[in-house]
């Protein structure tokens, strides 16, 4: 009894804030997506979840989902290469290792923002003799629209991201590289493995949590992306995704309701990445 | 003499005493005092206007003081955010910036701003404004806003160097002659019209309404009985469909979109008259390039006679902390004075048809000569004719079109988005 409750008492405060700003004003949240506030004045009324089976009979929807698949994928796979590639690099023990290693984390200390100002610059959509940017190192035929091409545009958007994000996922990778212990690849030799099959038997097993929790903290980083995307392209169709059109509902269309329902999908996809990997991680702890 | 001298010295002494307990007064309510401004003008040229009409209002009004709550932001996206926030928590600021017209409508209907009915009547501004602008920005009888300046929409900007190695001899009238004179440009191998980001689409959209379908018809398009599926429009949206595809890339925003006009790549160019300040003021913050040489304009085609407009507006919000000294700002914003000192900086017209016409040169003595004769039609993307939910439904409308080209789908989501606007 009394040995638990100095414990209680000093962790309340985040507990009462957390349970107010973040519980709270999710369950607020969702709460506004089951109504049909469609302006801010009026009082919204219960409809269930008519607001979030409409949306997606709206052409934008489809789109800025679309748009959030595919720099979701371009984003986290090129983060956890590159990432990856990187760490193995390192890993080798090249000569100023520290050195390497700030540079590559530098990015991360940049805002999304910053990133985004710079690369719109470098990704400017001129080809030929208008090119400038990107485009003016690439030869005629690599030159292209990069995020305003109407097929792929959001591909070339994850590209600032992994730039960005790439490093950290080397720092990842790198701590859970040094994590394999030394005796084991030795052992390995010793019973005749190739330096390649050390690396696919032993260490690449080895580094899967790591991988995973990357995987996640680039997830949920990709499907609310939109400090990036607005200071690259503003709010327009052409690189839409949740985060944006939320924005434009709330703000520019005065539409609460359908705000907080795209404000809720968000959270639902966050989720979708992020609990499994909770009770994976629940399980893990158990099982030991 | 000495009676004299003493009730003077009384005298003196308790117009003293007045003075000192005003000035006590003062001093306890400093904080109500204070008239809290709230605006976007941060950027080089609307920032210089704000601090010629503030000095204007410090002087005929000593005893309140100027509280400047400019948010940056071009055309006040991240301002409108935050203040739609404010006037929610009713917190309002005493008086804030606002495009004139049906941009307000949200706040109007929220019941959070006064009629400005007895300030027009007081100021007598019924005389002073043109009365077709009074008529669109009346909501039900009712004025909510003072309009400090006016801009023009309905701007085609051109290279008219670039003209002439196309052939064409002058700016196009009709929109038929301009989709010919885009042909033209297009096979002297240069860009024939220039745009930027989804926006300007939505602005070159207005234009072309304007130019095909004429000033009657595009205004009627934001009346209650408007007919957004004609053939008319089908037209309108035909031309526009025909003029993107003479588009250059898409440029990031409207100034470089301006800039490759203003180069020679481009030809054309629609955009708003801030584009001149662009064109024209010094390198940092401009091009520098001569006008009528380097560059030159034309009302859009097919909208000569008509002025497309949208204005900046000031307002008095419902519970406004310093209503009083509110209502002096306004006085201000509304006043010759105040309007002659802001516009030339900012690079607009006064609203006001008594200007001082020596204070305005080149494009903006063209611009107020046009202002006082023209038929008035207001702009969509700056928030005149249609209200914020409707004008984001355009604009959604627009990016979609950009991306598939289908007209039949483009008008069908305009007419819904006017049937769905709750205007």
Request: hydrophobic share 45%.
């Amino acid at each position: 009894m009394r040995r638990w409750w100095p414990g209680l008492l000093l962790v309340s405060p985040s507990i009462v804030a957390i349970a107010v700003f973040v519980y709270g004003l999710l369950g607020w949240n969702f709460k506004v997506a089951m109504t049909d506030q469609h302006d801010e004045i009026s009082q919204g009324h219960f409809v269930g979840l008519e607001n979030f089976t409409g949306i997606w009979d709206q052409e934008r929807w489809g789109i800025s989902v679309r748009h959030a698949v595919v720099f979701t994928v371009v984003f986290v796979v090129g983060a956890l290469v590159l990432g990856w590639f990187l760490a193995f690099l390192m890993e080798k023990g090249i000569r100023g290792e520290g050195g390497f290693r700030a540079i590559y984390l530098f990015p991360m200390a940049v805002s999304f923002i910053a990133t985004g100002v710079v690369w719109r610059w470098l990704m400017n959509s001129g080809t030929g003799e208008r090119a400038v940017g990107l485009n003016r190192l690439l030869p005629d035929f690599l030159q292209w629209h990069w995020f305003r091409d109407p097929g792929w545009g959001m591909a070339a958007m994850a590209v600032p991201a992994i730039w960005q994000m790439s490093g950290y996922v080397m720092a990842l990778f790198l701590a859970g590289f040094r994590g394999v212990p030394e005796e084991l690849r030795e052992s390995a030799r010793v019973d005749g493995c190739t330096e390649w099959q050390v690396y696919r038997h032993i260490v690449l097993p080895y580094l899967r949590p790591v991988t995973l929790a990357a995987l996640i903290i680039l997830g949920h980083i990709s499907l609310k992306v939109f400090d990036l995307i607005v200071a690259v392209s503003g709010k327009q169709i052409i690189t839409d995704v949740p985060a944006i059109f939320m924005w434009n509902a709330v703000f520019d269309s005065h539409d609460p309701a359908k705000g907080a329902t795209i404000a809720a999908y968000i959270v639902i996809s966050v989720c979708v990445f992020v609990v499994p990997y909770l009770i994976w991680n629940a399980r893990r702890r158990d099982g030991r | 003499m000495a009676t004299v001298a003493v009730s003077m010295a009384g005298l003196l002494s308790l117009s003293a005493c007045g003075g000192g307990s005003d000035k006590t007064e003062s001093g306890g309510q400093a904080a109500a005092k204070k008239v809290e401004v709230f605006s976007w003008w941060t950027g080089p040229g609307e920032a210089d206007g704000l601090k010629a009409m503030e000095a204007i209002f410090a002087k005929q009004y000593p005893q309140f003081s100027f509280f400047d709550a400019a948010v940056a932001g071009g055309s006040g996206d991240q301002a409108r955010a935050l203040l739609s926030s404010k006037l929610q928590a009713n917190q309002p600021p005493d008086t804030f910036q606002g495009h004139a017209g049906a941009e307000l409508q949200g706040y109007i209907k929220g019941g959070k701003l006064e009629s400005l009915n007895f300030l027009y009547d007081e100021l007598k501004l019924k005389s002073v404004f043109p009365q077709q602008l009074i008529d669109q920005i009346s909501v039900q009888g009712q004025v909510y806003s003072v309009p400090v300046n006016i801009h023009r929409s309905n701007i085609l900007w051109f290279n008219p160097s670039v003209l002439k190695t196309a052939g064409i001899s002058a700016a196009p009238k009709t929109v038929d002659e301009f989709i010919a004179d885009l042909d033209k440009v297009k096979k002297a191998g240069k860009i024939p019209i220039s745009i930027g980001s989804q926006w300007t689409l939505v602005h070159l959209l207005e234009s072309t309404l304007l130019g095909s379908l004429g000033t009657d018809a595009y205004n009627a398009l934001w009346t209650a009985n408007a007919d957004w599926s004609s053939a008319d429009v089908t037209k309108a949206l035909t031309n526009f469909k025909t003029i993107l595809s003479y588009a250059g890339t898409p440029q990031e925003d409207w100034q470089p979109a301006a800039k490759q006009v203003a180069d020679g790549e481009a030809a054309f160019n629609i955009m708003g008259d801030w584009a001149y300040g662009y064109f024209h003021n010094p390198p940092d913050g401009g091009l520098g390039k001569a006008s009528k040489t380097d560059f030159d304009w034309a009302p859009s085609p097919g909208t000569d006679g008509t002025y497309l407009w949208l204005s900046d507006s000031f307002t008095l919000p419902k519970g406004a902390p310093n209503r009083d000294g509110a209502i002096a700002w306004l006085k201000v914003a509304a006043s010759k004075e105040g309007q002659d000192a802001f516009n030339p900086k900012k690079g607009s017209i006064p609203a006001r048809k008594d200007a001082d016409k020596s204070l305005y040169t080149d494009y903006l003595a063209w611009d107020l000569d046009q202002w006082s004769t023209d038929k008035l039609a207001g702009s969509i993307q700056h928030g005149v004719v249609a209200n914020d939910a409707w004008r984001t439904a355009i604009n959604d409308a627009v990016g979609l079109f950009q991306q598939d080209q289908d007209v039949a789908k483009f008008q069908t989501a305009l007419a819904d988005a006017a049937k769905n606007s709750g205007q």
